[in-house]
T-cell receptor, first 116, second 110 residues
Framework: DAGVIQSPRHEVTEMGQEVTLRCKPI?????LFWYRQTMMRGLELLIY????????DSGMPEDRFSAKMPNASFSTLKIQPSEPRDSAVYFC??????????????FGPGTRLLVL | GENVEQHPSTLSVQEGDSAVIKCTYS??????FPWYKQELGKRPQLIID?????GEKKDQRIAVTLNKTAKHFSLHITETQPEDSAVYFC?????????FGKGTTLSVSS
């Protein structure tokens, strides 16, 4: 398995532009997580999906952020409009279920976003 | 909700020494405690985990202990090597989501 796949790996954009980050979870995993990592705030959970349904989006910082999971193999995190303070590394992670218990989360390589 | 505190934020040791990183959690319902290692510019990767029905787990030079009563768990690395230098994150899970500590930057000097 290729693991969790994220694209793009790097994104540089100007303030006010729309940014879309993409994630393909590990095949067979039914939970998907979006995290944001900065030096100041560490690793923050933004939103997570279970069976394509958003379960908890309380970590989404503002209405400028939105996430979707149209099917089991694809999710997007969109920022519109983007601001310089959104600059961070965005990780996607996925996990499966075994014997009714959630298993290990595996992280993708991350998208390094810079908003100028 | 769950809150995870991690200490210390930085740790410097000499090669061959032991390193200990400690975490506390707030939600007594948490039942799964993984530790992740993140090298510079890389993704967090699981190095060891422990479930609430176990008090200690070892994997070669790495061990994790859990005290459910006190709601704290620790990572122990013995015989540290320069390649152990990285940021280490603890996490706790109640339900589906993991809540991470702020991380410990471990530096191992030779």
């Amino acid at each position: 398995d290729a693991g969790v796949i994220q694209s793009p790996r790097h994104e540089v954009t100007e303030m006010g532009q729309e940014v879309t980050l993409r994630c393909k979870p590990i095949s067979g995993h039914n939970s998907l997580f979006w995290y944001r990592q900065t030096m100041m705030r560490g690793l923050e959970l933004l939103i997570y999906f279970n069976n394509n349904v958003p379960i908890d989006d309380s970590g989404m910082p503002e209405d400028r952020f939105s996430a979707k999971m149209p099917n089991a193999s694809f999710s997007t995190l969109k920022i519109q409009p983007s601001e310089p303070r959104d600059s961070a590394v965005y990780f996607c992670a996925s996990s499966g279920t075994s014997w009714g218990s959630q298993e290990t989360q595996y992280f993708g390589p991350g998208t390094r976003l810079l908003v100028l | 909700g769950e809150n995870v505190e991690q200490h210390p934020s930085t740790l410097s040791v000499q090669e061959g020494d032991s390193a200990v990183i400690k975490c506390t959690y707030s939600d007594s319902a948490s039942n799964y405690f993984p530790w992740y290692k993140q090298e510079l510019g890389k993704r967090p990767q699981l190095i060891i985990d422990i479930r609430s029905n176990v008090g200690e787990k070892k994997d070669q030079r790495i061990a994790v202990t859990l005290n459910k009563t006190a709601k704290h768990f620790s990572l122990h690395i013995t015989e540290t090597q320069p390649e152990d230098s990285a940021v280490y994150f603890c996490a706790a899970r109640a339900g589906t989501a993991l809540i991470f500590g702020k991380g410990t930057t471990l530096s191992v000097s030779s």
